[in-house]
Structure formats: structure tokens, C-alpha cells
T-cell receptor, first 116, second 114 residues
């Protein structure tokens, strides 16, 4: 089982609140990702990072922000939560290898967010 | 447009039976294709990964096939167990960018009944 952790697992919060979803991995992976997944739908990449101080926006526009101050830690922050942010958020990591065709993404258990 | 389509959307089978899940993709260029298993409320877990030159790859009772010419893949599950109930996601990676972007299917929701 992959050593990648997310907290909290479930979060119910009111509109306008600031929230931070935590993601950490102990595998020393360089690449980390945040995906958003609605029920029965595909995963959408919202943020990724190639290493410390490297963050990029993904394919799906998101009002969230991320930071990568330490290799093992990749938190996601919503400054003002809205009901449209209700979704499952999955964190993933992988190694950064030269010509890494076969790199496998390891996923965390996810955070289910409900904004009322 | 790069897409990954999976069928069926959902499937119910009896314990012990075999089943095959399909994945068609239009992603180009192509680097590799992966099958993931996602239990309810959990993150996806990798089952197999195949590159262009690989036709078949097995992982226990799971066997994936790839036809890069027709851009089709299948995941065959043998002697299904209750624990196989999950969503199975097909993911295709391209090499069109330094990111090596991943394209996700919506998954096939498999339910195994006793």
C-alpha cells in the first residue's frame, strides 16, 4: 500500500470558510498532483508540482491554490469555500525518472468535501 | 480531441463469474495505458500498465490486453470475488508534453453479487 496520506477524509463546512486539505507522502516522490472527482465522473487534474517551490495549474480551472515548501507535503487551500466546490479531492504522487514512461501514480484515500 | 471511453458504464455479475471491461481511446501520441481499481471512498490503485509494444499483462486474476492499432484495451477479471466490486478506471498517457499528461476514463462500476 502506498505511503500517501490525506486529511481530513471527510469535511462538511459552511460557505465562505477557508479550508486547507492536507496531503503528505513518505516515498520521497518529486511529482505530486491534486485531482477533483465528482461521483461517476473522471478525475480532473487541478494542480501539480514537480518539486519544492514548483506548482502549476492543471487542466480544470480551480479557485484553489497549492504550495510545495517541502518535498513530502502538498496542501491545497480554498480561501472561500462555495457549494460548487463540493467534490472528492484526490492527491497523488510519483517519482520523476528520466524518460519515465512507466511511472505509476500512487493515490491517497481522498478528501470528500461538502460545502453547505 | 483526446478522449478515453469506457464500457459498460456499470456491470453486475455473480461471484465466481468472469467479466471483461472495455476501454477505447483517441489519445495521440500514445505512451502507455493503465488500469486502476478504485474502491468506494478510496483513491485509485494501479492494476497494470502497458506500453505500445505490450499486448497482454496480468496481475493475479486481472488480465489486461492492448491493441495499439485499434486503440482498444480490455480488462478481464477471472473468477470474480466480492472484493472485486469497485470502479475500474482506464488511464492513457501521452508524450505530447513534458508533463506526460494523463487522460482518465469515467470508469466501469463493477458489482459482484454473492
Amino acid at each position: 500500500e502506498a505511503d500517501i496520506y490525506q486529511t481530513p477524509r471527510y469535511l462538511v463546512i459552511g460557505t465562505g470558510k477557508k479550508i486547507t486539505l492536507e496531503c503528505s507522502q513518505t516515498m520521497g516522490h518529486d511529482k505530486m498532483y491534486w485531482y477533483q472527482q465528482d461521483p461517476g465522473m473522471e478525475l480532473h487534474l487541478i494542480h501539480y508540482s514537480y518539486g519544492v517551490n514548483s506548482t502549476e495549474k492543471g487542466d480544470l480551472s480551480s479557485e484553489s491554490t497549492v504550495s510545495r515548501i517541502r518535498t513530502e507535503h502538498f496542501p491545497l487551500t480554498l480561501e472561500s469555500a462555495r457549494p460548487s466546490h463540493t467534490s472528492q479531492y484526490l492527491c497523488a504522487s510519483t517519482t520523476l525518472r528520466e524518460g519515465g514512461d512507466q511511472e505509476t501514480q500512487y493515490f491517497g484515500p481522498g478528501t470528500r468535501l461538502l460545502v453547505l | 480531441k483526446n478522449q478515453v471511453e469506457q464500457s459498460p458504464q456499470s456491470l453486475i455479475i455473480l461471484e465466481g463469474k468472469n467479466c471483461t471491461l472495455q476501454c477505447n481511446y483517441t489519445v495521440s501520441p500514445f505512451s502507455n495505458l493503465r488500469w486502476y481499481k478504485q474502491d468506494t471512498g478510496r483513491g485509485p490503485v494501479s492494476l497494470t500498465i502497458m506500453t505500445f509494444s505490450e499486448n497482454t499483462k496480468s496481475n493475479g486474476r486481472y488480465t489486461a490486453t492492448l491493441d495499439a492499432d485499434t486503440k482498444q484495451s480490455s480488462l478481464h477479471i477471472t473468477a470474480s470475488q466480492l472484493s472485486d466490486s469497485a470502479s475500474y478506471i482506464c488511464v492513457v498517457s501521452d508524450r505530447g508534453s513534458t508533463l506526460g499528461r494523463l487522460y482518465f476514463g469515467r470508469g466501469t462500476q463493477l458489482t459482484v453479487w454473492p
